[in-house]
Nanobody, 124 residues
């Protein structure tokens, strides 16, 4: 069973930035699609950003496009999500999710394993 663990969440002031990290055990992340989703209280879990396996193509939701970067560190076997210009609307639990194949997808049901999530709170 592949496990992924998120880290890097916390309290951030509006306009600030943060970096979330997804680390995996027993699997080389570079071969598989990895995505970040988020879920705010009372809302559905939504796609934020993803990176495909092999070629590393990226995809972003319109909510974070232009102020977020997803990247992969093959040496560390991690996938990072860097977010800037944060607003209270970015407050949510952020989840790392992985597929057992390389193509990227925005759909939750396409992902085979999930982390426990890390809380991000944007507030002054």
């Amino acid at each position: 069973q592949v496990q992924v663990v998120e880290s890097g969440g916390g309290l951030v002031q509006p306009g600030g930035s943060l970096r979330l990290t997804c680390a995996a055990s027993e699997r080389t992340l570079s071969n598989y699609a990895i995505a970040w989703f988020r879920q705010a209280p009372g809302k559905e879990r939504e796609f934020v950003a993803g990176i495909s396996g092999i070629l590393g193509s990226t995809l972003y939701s319109e909510n974070v496009k232009g102020r977020s970067t997803i990247s992969r560190d093959n040496a560390k076997n991690t996938v990072d999500l860097q977010m800037t210009s944060l607003t209270p609307e970015d407050t949510a639990v952020y989840f790392c999710a992985g597929r057992s194949t390389w193509p990227l997808s925005r759909e939750r049901h396409d992902y085979d394993y999930w982390g426990q999530g890390t809380q991000v709170t944007v507030s002054s």
